[in-house]
């Protein structure tokens, strides 16, 4: 008899919300509170936060577990809470903290971990050094979960992070950040990250005031699916980590994948879009940068797209794959070229662009916008972009960002990973915003004529899914013993037929 293979689909979020997880109690935040009740919630805690203004400092330390994280969010999503801090420096204003740097954030996160934070406004965090960020986290902060919130017009949109912090900020808009009043040898961006590891998801970044729209210095920083426009200097960069302090070897990476780049029509630094620079000096240390399926819109015509600053020899690596590399020449540039390399395949660029060592390169007069007048860089019909991607490459994206400037903060499934940029021309999926549930990936199985294998295919945007397996419904699920590859639209897996009956499931690999 043929066993039986029955396949559960299993609807879980990216992020599980701590009303469902939690069993802590429910602490009611208004604008006649202080920091009090903010500051003094649990492990399992659920703190919601009234519509109104406040303008008190936050000290977050508490180590909560992933099974009971501390939940912090807006009453009223719509209506949110703001953190608005006026004329006033946050170096006066009321908070528990009271050490040399209380003033580095409106909030911070020291130490803590499993916080998730939803629907806040972040306004006016400014401070005498004139580097205070609508929130910072550092000290080994992990699992904060940074969903829905609003940084405008402060020093720094968001800042922190050292060697081992984790940070994921997902529908967030950060809009205008920076203090043209900071000293250009110390600038402030939109967002400054020191260290730790990063990502960021279906955001909106632009206009930053002073310097980039993203300054990083992580680990690993991952940045898909979001919307970066008009840094005030350039759009954003990788340099060296400080934290580092022995003598390595040292490896950082900084991944972009399907976001959407519009450089300013006149940037304060024209020669380079994204930088890679160890600007510390650091000894021993590997620099990478991973450009995958992005749209960039240039304005200035020759600015280098990814530029390797590697002058005093840093061995730096640029991978730039199914890129639109529109309105410059030089989709790369590397100073030492004995100690950097880029390799790629499958970009679009203008005809008169230099490939350079990027293989395979599409060069026609124009990509084939949507509607570029309107920012609509989605593809039309005869696009010379479609159904032109190398979909071979390692790291194809699932999703794409919703929609444009005017209509953001959004993510839909993408259709699959055969056009060239950000967007495919097949998507038709509704799109997914931050309290929405999770697209459920559909998982199918099919049966090959030999009965030994089974078959098992679920679509792109659900790759951070794993299959599991349990011979019995009340036996504890482990992780199937599973073949996995990927196409230009599907995650496949190829199991064994066992003897006696099997139950799969997907199960996000987070959870």
Not at 295 to 308: E, I, R
Request: proline share 6%; charged share 10%; hydrophobic share 35%.
């Amino acid at each position: 008899m043929i066993p039986a293979i029955k396949a559960f689909i299993v609807a879980i979020a990216i992020i599980c919300l701590a009303a469902g997880t939690s069993h802590g109690a429910v602490i009611n935040v208004s604008p006649t509170d202080n920091y009090t009740k903010i500051e003094g919630a649990n492990p399992g805690d659920e703190v919601i936060i009234a519509p109104g203004t406040y303008a008190f400092r936050v000290y977050l330390t508490k180590q909560a577990g992933a099974t009971n994280p501390i939940f912090i969010h807006a009453q009223n999503p719509t209506n949110p809470p703001v953190w608005d801090f006026g004329t006033n420096l946050v170096d006066n204003a009321p908070g528990s903290y009271t050490a040399g740097d209380r003033a580095r954030g409106g909030w911070q996160f020291s130490g803590a971990q499993n916080y998730t934070l939803s629907g806040i406004v972040f306004r006016n965090c400014r401070n005498a050094a004139k580097d205070c960020g609508g929130i910072r986290y550092y000290e080994t902060t992990s699992n904060l979960f940074i969903k829905n919130c609003y940084f405008i017009s402060n020093d720094v949109g968001m800042t922190g992070g050292t060697q081992d912090s984790q940070a994921t900020v997902e529908f967030c808009e950060f809009n205008a950040n920076g203090n043209t009043n900071a000293p250009a040898s110390a600038p402030t961006h939109n967002i400054y990250i020191y260290g730790g590891y990063l990502t960021m998801r279906y955001c909106f970044l632009h206009d930053s005031v002073q310097g980039q729209n993203f300054h990083i210095r992580c680990r690993v920083a991952t940045l898909e699916y979001n919307w970066f426009a008009r840094a005030a200097n350039y759009e954003g960069d990788l340099m060296s980590d400080d934290d580092f302090t022995s003598s390595g070897p040292y490896s950082q990476t900084l991944i972009l994948r399907g976001n959407v780049i519009v450089q300013n029509s006149s940037p304060g630094n024209h020669s380079q879009v994204i930088a890679i620079f160890n600007d510390e000096s650091t000894p021993n240390l590997t620099m990478n940068v991973q450009v995958l399926y992005n749209t960039f819109v240039g304005a200035y015509g020759s600015s280098q797209f990814v530029h390797l600053s590697n002058a005093d020899g840093t061995p730096m690596n640029a991978q730039i794959s199914d890129n639109i590399i529109y309105d410059t020449t030089v989709p790369y540039y590397i100073e030492s070229a004995p100690a950097g390399s880029a390799s790629g395949v499958n970009n679009w660029m203008p005809m008169n662009a230099t490939p350079g060592t990027l293989s395979n390169s599409v060069q026609t007069a124009a990509p084939g916008f949507l509607n570029p007048a309107a920012k609509d860089y989605h593809l039309a019909a005869g696009s010379a972009c479609i159904g032109q991607a190398n979909p071979s490459v390692y790291g194809l994206p699932g999703k794409e960002y919703f929609y444009n400037e005017a209509t953001n903060l959004m993510w839909r499934p993408r259709a699959a990973a055969r056009d060239i940029g950000a967007f495919e021309s097949a998507s038709t999926n509704k799109p997914v915003g931050p309290y929405d549930a999770f697209a459920q990936p559909a998982l199918n199985v099919t049966l090959p004529s030999g009965l030994t294998n089974a078959l098992l295919s679920w679509p792109l945007f659900a790759q951070d899914f794993q299959l599991m397996e349990t011979s019995a419904l009340t036996s504890p699920w482990s992780a199937a013993a599973a073949a996995y590859s990927t196409n230009a639209s599907n995650v496949n897996a190829t199991v064994e037929i066992n003897s006696s009956a099997q139950f799969l499931r997907l199960q996000n690999s987070e959870q």
